[in-house]
Every structure is written in C-alpha cells, then in structure tokens.
C-alpha cells in the first residue's frame, strides 16, 4: 500500500495507547486497533527514527481468534536500501498462470480437507 494509514484507519471503531515495551532489543509504542472484523496492534520503534517492529492481527470472527505475527528487523530507508534489492529474476522455468490454476491460494493449503462431523458442524 502507499499510503497505510488511508486505508487502515477509515475501518477503526476502537484504540488504544497500550504504553511501551521493547521488541528486539528496541523501545517501542505500542498500540491497538479495532475493526468489525479484526483487531490489530502495532510496536513502533521510538526515537528519530519510528518504523513498524512488530505487527499483530487478529481475526475476531473466526473461532479461536487466529493470530498472524510479523516481526521486523534492520528495517531501511532511502540510499540504505539498495536498488538492486528488489530486482525481480524470474525462474528459468517461470510461466504465466490464469487464475483457476493457481493450487493451494487459500489460508488453508490443498493437502487439508474439510471433514464434517456426524450430526455436527
């Protein structure tokens, strides 16, 4: 996304400032966020330099409330980032696919099945 907070914040119901707490070895803000369907939190490192160290999400309409966690590191800007860093090289064997042949494009990859029980779900 370009512009994050554009389109993340317009589905905000709820936030809180949740203080400070140290994620790699660094200061961070820490705050949360909810929507109808998820919640989400955020660590910022502080300083002169904020950049996002941790992301949580939170998924309040499936059972159990799944969580996806991703934590970053030596996160760089501007000249830090080399160019050639994000030069795409193809496999030799690369082809293009259509949609309906994408395999395993689900949260749930093809080697599960869903079973249903007996009198049950």
């Known amino acids: 996304m370009s512009d994050v907070y554009q389109q993340l914040m317009p589905l905000v119901v709820?936030?809180?400032?949740?203080?400070?707490?140290v994620i790699g070895g660094v200061e961070c803000d820490h705050l949360a966020f909810?929507?109808?369907?998820?919640d989400w939190q955020i660590w910022i490192a502080q300083?002169?330099?904020?950049?996002?160290?941790?992301?949580?999400?939170?998924s309040t309409k499936v059972t159990g409330g799944p969580q996806y966690?991703?934590?970053?590191?030596?996160?760089?800007?501007?000249?830090?980032?080399?160019?050639?860093?994000f030069r795409l090289e193809l496999p030799t064997d690369a082809r293009k696919l259509?949609?309906?042949?994408?395999?395993?494009f689900d949260e749930l990859p093809g080697m599960f099945a869903v079973k249903r029980i007996k009198g049950g779900k």
């Open 98 to 104: 259509k949609p309906g042949e994408l395999r395993d």
């Open 14 to 21: 709820d936030t809180k400032d949740l203080g400070s707490g």
């Open 69 to 85: 966690t991703i934590d970053f590191r030596a996160w760089k800007t501007g000249a830090e980032v080399a160019s050639d860093h």
């Open 47 to 58: 300083g002169d330099r904020p950049y996002p160290c941790r992301y949580v999400i939170t």
């Open 34 to 38: 909810r929507t109808k369907e998820v």
